[in-house]
């Protein structure tokens, strides 16, 4: 393919706004173009407040739509998406871009994916699981419809010219709500360069909650939303300080079920045992992975890996792609999803026995090294996106 330049669209549902609160916004930006690839990527955002980020990344250049106001979600969403589409469309043609990138299959997406047929330009649409199953376990849907949530998710899916899929779970799942298996391709989660230059870090943190930093710390790093299933862990912590009453849990994050378990921590009598720290940055969490004896998953996040990064023990529940990354007993434990009981013997496990937990982090470190190498899984990804860009080429072109 002979190109001047290659540049493509951008399209997610989350702002840089709140991936900068999140402290994600340099991992963002080597994501939306894998090993600075691309001459441009157009990232298309919906947040007003985006016109105040700085990027640092010179090949990403954001594109702020002009939006109508409305009170209502879904007659904000009819009024908007129109005038969304005409920029979306303009940008593209402007731009002369050659791929649309969806993440996530909703709203965004969806746009992308109708701006690409009209502008004959293939589109690429990427997952972060099931979707369907989050959506079940929170109660809550886009357009505030479970149908129509679920139909929105198929038109994006089945109309892309290639899905990517973080892990095989993911692929099964896509592949299963109709998409074509020829389409549906795994590129494992990019995690960004300095994931692998883990290094221990003291800090007061956990101290000025409270914790003592010389006694077994139980880490939980996620979102107090229900699709987390947060709720199986703290039910588990009066089965483990039964035992083991020096154990310690702190648990890092926000949601709208967070006063609820807090409530239910004082109910069960373990506040003493209990610390929640709150929404903290990606290098306080990486603090806290430091004094911790093991991190509890309850459902799938990019902690497992932040976990086996700083070579700690993982305990995690055996759903979603959970086992495909945790080898029982090698790479970490895994136990019976929402199996209490079994949840506090791997804990007090690990708690008794340290050679144990060692092991196991180490083992996971190994293992992310090897399947995790992020310039590997860049050069897999820009492979595939440019297999869809030379399919789409007229063949003078290519």
Known sequence: MKKDKLEIINLSGSSLTSLAKKGNLSYAEQLYNPLNFFDTVHHISFDQNDRNIKLTNPTIEVHILKTVLS???????????PLALIQVCRI?????????????????SLLGLIASRLLRIPFVVSIGGNHRLAHQLMGRYAFNSRFLSEREEEIVLKGADRVICPNQYSREYVISLGVSPGKACIIPLRLEDDTFNFTYQESDILSSKGVDINKPIILFVGKFESDKQVESLIETIPLVTRDCPE???????DGSIKAAMERKVVEL???RNVYFLGFQSTETIRHCLSAATAVCVTMSGFVILEAAAASKAIIAFDVEWHSEFIRDGETGLLVENRNRDKLAEAIKGLVNSPELANSLGKNARGLLEVNFNP???GEVEIAELLKVIHKNEPDSQK
Request: charged content about 20%.
């Open 247 to 253: 154990v310690q849990f702190a648990l890092i994050g």
């Open 92 to 108: 593209a043609r402007k731009n002369k871009v050659c791929l649309i990138r969806g993440r996530n299959p909703y709203h965004a």
């Open 375 to 377: 310039r590997r899984i």
């Open 71 to 81: 009170g209502v979600p879904v007659v904000r969403w009819i009024i908007n998406s």
């Open 269 to 271: 009598g373990q506040e």
